[in-house]
Nanobody, 120 residues
Framework: VQLQASGGGLVQAGGSLRLSCAASGSILSINDMGWYRQTPGKERELVATVARVGTTNYADSVKGRFAISRENAKKTLTLQMNSLRPEDTAVYYC???????????????WGQGTLVTVSS
């Protein structure tokens, strides 16, 4: 089971980026999915999460600017980021709570991280 993230890059302040994450492997079900971010010397912090039924949760710093969504049938996760600010610069990680169809066990699975750089 793995998560593959994509979509990071360099953008000017006020611009937009769209991050994507795809889950693959022996997957029975996916519960919560989300995006986290980390900058050097700081703890990884929550950006947004979305439950299987679609309930969302956002960090206060991104409310009204970012939108998280998922497509359960495709096992994909998306983060639309608008009105980006320099302080949004970070490595973004996708996360999923996955139950393996092979082992029938749950695991917290992380993607490899994608760098988002917002210039002022």
């Amino acid at each position: 089971v793995q998560l593959q993230a994509s979509g990071g890059g360099l953008v000017q302040a006020g611009g937009s980026l769209r991050l994507s994450c795809a889950a693959s492997g022996s997957i029975l079900s996916i519960n919560d999915m989300g995006w986290y971010r980390q900058t050097p010397g700081k703890e990884r912090e929550l950006v947004a999460t979305v439950a299987r039924v679609g309930t969302t949760n956002y960090a206060d710093s991104v409310k009204g600017r970012f939108a998280i969504s998922r497509e359960n049938a495709k096992k994909t996760l998306t983060l639309q980021m608008n009105s980006l600010r320099p302080e949004d610069t970070a490595v973004y990680y996708c996360y999923a709570d996955i139950v393996s169809s092979h082992t029938l066990t749950q695991s917290d699975t992380w993607g490899q991280g994608t760098l988002v750089t917002v210039s002022s």
